[in-house]
């Protein structure tokens, strides 16, 4: 450590000490001087997007960068988080007989700073990476919806950038409790486009392609594209992902006009009432409803397929995992005991292996959620849901997922689009006082399904382990020579 890192540290408050991680545990290139000499009490890493939040994300790098360790505070758009979470676990391997990296290493917490598509990346780093002893995560609102820092109690609104915000920020860090999330598997297979036929996929972050592993591989067919995904708050499709669609792509023309995020919410929603959501039954074609574009079956955790209701006048349909959604909105919201029972639905826990699917008729609709009991259509909730596209139906649908929306290109000729999402794991999110999310061992669940229904071969059933990856980092192997 060099002397202008050892001068910084002294004079950094007891506070902000706290957190201080020495460099030669993040490089191995950095000179092994243990300061401090005792493990701090809340070691972190911090992960910021400079591009979000308008100024805000680099105004934040900066704050963060003089309040620690410049070297444990990241940019996005500079350096992955795969490539500095497989350097300093790989360094922290190599000091396994170090007290203090092995301390640091047991208490290690991460900050994300960004919007929701931001942080959905690093939880699938952090998944992807099958790290030991995965730290547990953070988030700090820099987006427009900011449903994933909402849900955990972290606020929606984006924060100052000043030392006193940081300090205020960190100080509830060191407070928050640890919650498990389930995670959630994305599979989309299509059939290739034949040449020429104009159909192109500007496919969002969090969807990426896989080869072929062998002849015998199902899940990825001779002949078809296969992606794959996660997300951890939201899937949707429909009338709110269209809208979605068209604000980032004239955000992406005109990043200068999107700058505030008060003027973009006010802006999202202008566009929705300029796409006619508010009178959908008179300006929109009956055959972009949902159950004229797609047939919806769901599983339940015993491994029954059944075929899913959908009501003709739904025009959206959110597949949700966390209480949160556009804009903190709880979608499903809390079912009374009479529907608990006859339909055998429960609270929306976010570690009970099952995701709530709600529809909407159009924006009004939406509105609805805006009353303290408030909520969407309550279709189901299920282990397992896939979309099998019609023939013919449109030439393409909008989906989302996790805030990050794409124009899905659908077949004229062939039915070959499925969409499938399977539980896939759960993840470490940190919570504080304030937190909307609610875990299944908090309360007593009631009984979920009634197993009536034909089997059915799922999409993903012998899917090797490499395909449930999510794809936002190489498999992490530590190398033979560690």
């Known amino acids: 450590m060099s002397q202008a890192s050892i001068e910084k540290y002294e004079a950094l408050s007891d506070f902000f000490k706290k957190f201080y991680i020495p460099s030669y545990v993040l490089s191995p290139e950095a000179e092994a001087v243990a300061v401090p000499s005792t493990p701090p009490e809340s070691p972190i890493l911090v992960f910021i997007n400079s591009k979000s939040g308008g100024q805000l994300g680099g105004e934040l790098i900066l704050t963060y960068r003089s309040l620690l360790n410049d070297k444990q505070v990241f940019d996005l758009n500079v350096e992955t988080p795969d490539k500095v979470l497989q350097r300093i676990y790989l360094n922290l391997e190599r000091l396994k007989h170090d007290a203090l990296a092995c301390k640091i290493k047991e208490k290690l917490k991460i900050i994300v700073a960004g919007g929701d598509g931001t942080a959905s990346w690093l939880l699938g780093v952090v998944c992807d990476l099958e790290l030991s002893n995965p730290p547990p995560i953070a988030t700090i609102p820099l987006g427009t919806g900011n449903n994933l820092p909402f849900a955990f109690g972290w606020g929606k609104k984006n924060p100052g950038t000043d030392t006193s915000s940081a300090e205020s920020f960190l100080a509830q860090v060191i407070k928050a409790k640890e919650m498990k999330i389930d995670n959630w598997h994305v599979l989309m297979r299509m059939k290739s486009p034949r040449k020429g036929s104009g159909d192109s996929i500007e496919l969002p972050p969090s969807l990426h392609a896989f080869r072929r592993a062998s002849p015998s591989d199902q899940a990825n067919m001779e002949g078809y594209h296969t992606f794959r995904g996660g997300f951890w708050n939201y899937f949707s499709l429909g009338m709110d992902a269209q809208t979605s669609y068209e604000f980032h792509s004239q955000r992406k023309l005109h990043p200068e006009n999107f700058k505030n995020q008060l003027v973009n919410q006010s802006r999202y929603l202008k566009l929705a009432c300029k796409q006619g959501w508010f009178c959908a039954s008179l300006l929109h074609p009956f055959s972009h409803n949902i159950a004229q574009l797609a047939q919806v079956k769901i599983c339940d955790k015993s491994g029954q397929w059944n075929d899913l209701h959908i009501p003709q006048s739904i025009r959206s349909i959110v597949c949700l995992n966390l209480p949160s959604f556009s804009g903190g909105l709880n979608p499903w919201g809390a079912p009374n005991p009479k529907k608990q029972y006859d339909r ?139």
């Not at 124009?407 to 039915?415: A, G, H, I, N, R």
């Open 344 to 482: 055998s639905l429960t609270l929306p826990f976010v570690d009970d292996g099952l995701i709530e699917i709600v529809g909407f008729r159009n924006a009004w609709h939406g509105l609805v959620l805006l009353a303290p009991k408030g909520h969407g259509t309550r279709l189901a909730q299920a282990n397992r849901i896939r979309f099998e596209f019609k023939k013919g139906a449109a030439k393409h649908a909008y989906m989302r997922m996790d805030g990050e929306p794409w124009k899905q290109p659908l077949p004229l000729d062939d039915e070959t689009v499925i969409l499938e999402i399977s539980h896939h794991g759960q993840v470490n999110m940190l919570t504080t006082e304030n937190c909307m999310s609610k875990s299944m061992y908090e309360s007593s669940p009631k009984v979920r399904f009634s197993d009536d229904g034909t089997e059915d071969e799922p999409l993903v059933a012998n899917c090797d382990e490499e395909f449930r990856k999510f794809g936002a980092a190489d498999t992490f192997k530590i190398p033979s020579d560690v």
